[in-house]
């Protein structure tokens, strides 16, 4: 758990350093980054699919002990992810993306990243196997592609809009409120 903890904290890592109002996107150092940000960015909510072992561990009678534990690890790997997708969505507003292309980005890139979870759960792929072996990981992901995967894809990418949009709402609330309603939309 603290190595897939600290796996899904990377890509908030590198939004945090690359998404900044003054961040010029240029340079190779910038867009490597940008490389990383989107091959890490699977690692966040991946964590949510360790509750496998959860249910492994309950058979075995440390339910409460573990499922504390597992609730802070799911919360990281959550929040590492709404922030990091908040975090390029505004990035992409200040660079006057209009509103729809940024919904269908962000679309797009659930979509992704929940195709990217479920290459690391089910065919069990790392993040860094795109770069060291991408043929291997496009060849092996295809095998297991199916009309249940697609469902699969489907239901974990509107699971991940549904959490993210639903963090980011109630944080911008809670901006209002400690605002006094006059937060900046």
Request: proline fraction near 4%.
């Amino acid at each position: 758990m603290v190595w897939n903890s600290f796996l899904a904290l990377v890509p908030l890592a590198a939004a945090l350093a690359l998404f900044r109002p003054a961040t010029r996107a240029e340079g190779v150092a910038w867009w490597t980054g940008l490389g990383l940000f989107f091959v890490m960015l699977p690692n966040a909510p991946y964590v949510l699919t360790d509750v496998v072992h959860l249910v492994d561990t309950a058979h075995h009678g440390l339910l409460i002990r573990e499922a504390v534990a597992y609730t802070a690890f799911f919360a990281v790997g959550t929040l590492a992810y709404t922030i990091s997708v908040a975090r390029l969505m505004a990035f992409l507003r200040t660079r006057g993306m209009p509103a729809t292309p940024r919904l269908v980005a962000e679309v797009a890139l659930h979509t992704v990243v929940a195709i990217g979870v479920l290459i690391g759960r089910y065919a069990r792929f790392n993040s860094w196997d795109l770069g060291l072996r991408p043929g291997r990981v496009v060849l092996d992901s295809l095998g297991w592609a199916s009309p249940r995967a697609l469902v699969a894809v489907a239901l974990l990418a509107g699971g991940l809009a549904v959490v993210t949009t639903t963090l980011r709402c109630a944080a911008h609330g809670v901006r209002l409120g400690l605002a006094g309603g006059q937060a900046r939309r």
